[in-house]
């Protein structure tokens, strides 16, 4: 006994320092997968970079140098290519060969830092920004195939995320969030969006009329908007015309889009097989069994495709492509008393669906959009300028008609493969209830075969008008402007609904004889009958609309002096107001709200001082008020 119990004890030693040893021998392995990179970043005077980024080319492995611009990076292998770069200085490349150590000098990128961004009520130069901006290539916007400006947005600026919870044609903009959701309402959270300075909606935008998009993200950003840019604030400047001789661009772009995937369907062979194991399961005798072993058959080997079908409703209904266009034409140019822009962009979006003979209505998904755009600029006197923009869009968009609490996609989710062939002969042909579990006889084209369809016709016009006026007389660098816009949308929505289209059940003869004859009798006749399903009768027609009306009042005083090259001083003061209404029905009955008319006011400042553009004082002060609040001292703040 004691001989065994050392034999035992020396195999648990045995084990135990095996599994240590190979657990030890693993560790280094980790590290062995990646090579480690270490180094420092200086600019040209030998200052650390804090902050710079570093970055593994091709790749998302990146790392930050630290208070002494320093940094360490593993790579996966020697051909890795790093990639240094920072706010301000020109990017760099290196490739990492044998070295271990990537000591890195960061050269100025003057042009960088004379860039010009927009940021509230005004612009500043890269070199003298304080707060946290981002901001995209307007040659980007152009590059994404897509509809609304809104997806373009997608991965392309650090801290910004958007969420598309829809393909449809004319309704597939995304929720846009900055640095994440601020609510557990996903509205609450929504960024103040500014087109040329005013609260419009920018998804519809066509991006040939983009010249700047800039979002701000922290509160000294966004500190003159008050409560409304806790969310963040995104900048959209539209395109200005430029002295020279006329510019004209036109562009076109057609392609296809297509579903990333389908719900996959199981087949009618294998519904009944496990309809029947359930069954089964539940002690049902054989004779009781829903599906007999003759309908089984018939689903496996496709005899009879009429009475025992199986129909894959997704691959039925749906197309694999389906086409979206875009295309504009806009022209510029202008001379010292005359700038213009001048833009007309059309899409065209088509839906999902499937469009059959037997129906004789189109009711597929589509959206036709015309955007149209001027922006003029005029030299009124030497010391007087004034802007004008004329802008918006036309559209359509065109659905099939559901209810809300019924949509007709998920009806083609849980659509049974043997609930109907489709389209047989000409007309929809559905399948005996008899045939199908109760509760889920309903093929996949009765939610919107025959239900009509919806359209929604909506108009915008937006006018903008700027005037300013130089002070300069009073003092260098003073100036006063005043801006006024008004904005007015017209939405129609027609509804096509209640007719009933041709259709057919199909039925052996002998169950319209007999009902009760089971199949398997040899006088069975099972010759297909197809019998009428009531009368046809025409789509019913009604309608309603709406108006929205905006309008916006701004008055600012701007100050920009620069004195002996090395100080740079500005202020601003505004004072700005804007109402959002109904307007009465021409029978003079109240509108229907989308949402309560609001009114806003705000008085917004801000001072800034640099000096040789390195050491920057930014202070910014914003009193708002909106009719959100209740009257009283919680109003304003």
């Not at 280094?28 to 990179?37: C, D, E, S």
């Not at 389908?262 to 089964?280: C, I, L």
């Not at 959009?369 to 003029?376: D, E, G, Q, T």
């Amino acid at each position: 006994m004691k001989r065994k119990s050392k034999i035992r004890a020396g195999w648990l030693r045995f084990f135990v320092l095996s599994f240590i040893f190979v657990f030890c021998s693993s560790i280094p392995a980790v590290a062995q997968n990646g090579i480690k990179i270490t180094g420092k970043i200086v600019d040209n005077t030998q200052m650390e970079v804090i902050g710079a980024n570093v970055l593994v080319k091709g790749t998302s492995i990146g790392a930050i140098t630290d208070i002494n611009g320093e940094y360490t990076i593993v790579v996966p292998d020697e051909k890795a290519i790093l990639v240094f770069s920072f706010i301000g200085y020109q990017k760099q490349e290196i490739s990492v060969g044998k070295n271990r150590t990537v000591n890195v000098t960061l050269k100025d990128d003057s042009q960088s830092l004379d860039e010009v961004v927009v940021v509230a009520y005004g612009t500043q130069t890269k070199a003298t920004l304080t707060g946290a901006l981002s901001s995209i290539d307007t040659k980007e916007l152009l590059k994404a195939p897509v509809a609304s400006i809104s997806n373009v947005l997608a991965g392309a600026m650090p801290g910004v995320s958007t969420v598309q919870t829809s393909g449809q044609p004319g309704d597939d903009a995304a929720s846009i969030f900055v640095r994440g959701s601020g609510s557990l309402s996903g509205g609450a959270s929504s960024p103040l969006i500014l087109v040329d300075g005013v609260e419009r909606e920018f998804s519809q935008i066509d991006p040939n009329e983009i010249e700047n998009l800039s979002i701000l993200k922290d509160a000294s950003a966004t500190a003159v908007f008050g409560v409304r840019g806790a969310n963040g604030v995104v900048l959209v400047t539209t395109r200005r015309g430029k002295s020279g001789k006329p510019t004209i661009n036109v562009s076109t772009i057609t392609g296809v889009q297509q579903p990333l995937s389908y719900v996959q369907q199981t087949g009618s062979y294998e519904f009944a097989r496990y309809w029947n194991m359930k069954q089964q399961n539940d002690r049902v005798t054989d004779k009781a069994m829903y599906f007999t072993r003759e309908a089984i058959e018939a689903y496996r080997t496709g005899s009879d495709p009429i009475m025992y079908p199986n129909t894959k409703w997704g691959d039925y209904m749906y197309n694999d492509l389906f086409i979206q266009s875009k295309n504009n034409i806009n022209i510029s140019g202008g001379n010292e008393a005359v700038k213009y822009f001048v833009s007309l962009s059309y899409l065209y979006q088509n839906g999902i669906l499937k469009q059959f003979d037997a129906l004789p209505y189109d009711n597929n998904f589509k959206y036709n959009r015309y955007n149209y755009r001027a922006n003029l600029d005029f030299k009124l006197t030497r010391t007087t300028t004034m802007k004008l923009n004329i802008g918006g869009n036309v559209g359509q968009k065109q659905e099939p008609r559901a209810s809300s609490d019924n949509p007709w996609v998920y009806t083609q989710i849980w659509a049974l493969p043997f609930a109907g062939p489709g389209i047989v002969n000409g007309v929809r042909t559905m399948t005996p209830g008899a045939l199908t579990p109760v509760g889920v006889s309903r093929d996949g084209l009765s939610i919107y075969w025959g239900q009509g369809y919806n359209q929604e016709y909506k108009t915008t016009l937006n006018t903008d008008v700027d005037i300013t006026q130089k002070l300069d007389i009073l003092t260098k660098g003073l100036s006063v402007s005043v801006k006024a816009s008004y904005d007015n949308m017209f939405r129609l929505n027609k509804y096509r609904t209640g007719g009933t289209v041709e259709s057919q059940t199909a039925y052996y003869k002998s169950f319209m004889d007999d009902s009760t004859k089971p199949q398997t009798d040899p006088d069975y006749d099972k010759t297909i009958v197809y019998v009428p399903n009531g009368s046809i009768t025409p789509l019913n027609y009604s309608e309603d609309y709406g108006r929205d009306r905006n309008w916006y009042i701004e008055g600012r005083i701007n100050y920009d002096r620069t004195f002996n090259k090395d100080h740079k001083v500005t202020a601003l003061f505004l004072y700005n107001q804007s109402r959002n209404y109904y307007p009465k029905k021409s029978d003079g009955t109240d509108a229907t709200y989308q949402y309560m008319p609001r009114g806003y006011v705000g008085f917004v400042g801000r001072a800034t001082y640099g000096y040789k553009s390195k050491y920057l004082i930014d202070v910014n002060a914003g009193y708002n008020g909106s009719e959100n609040f209740a009257p009283g001292k919680n109003r304003y703040g």
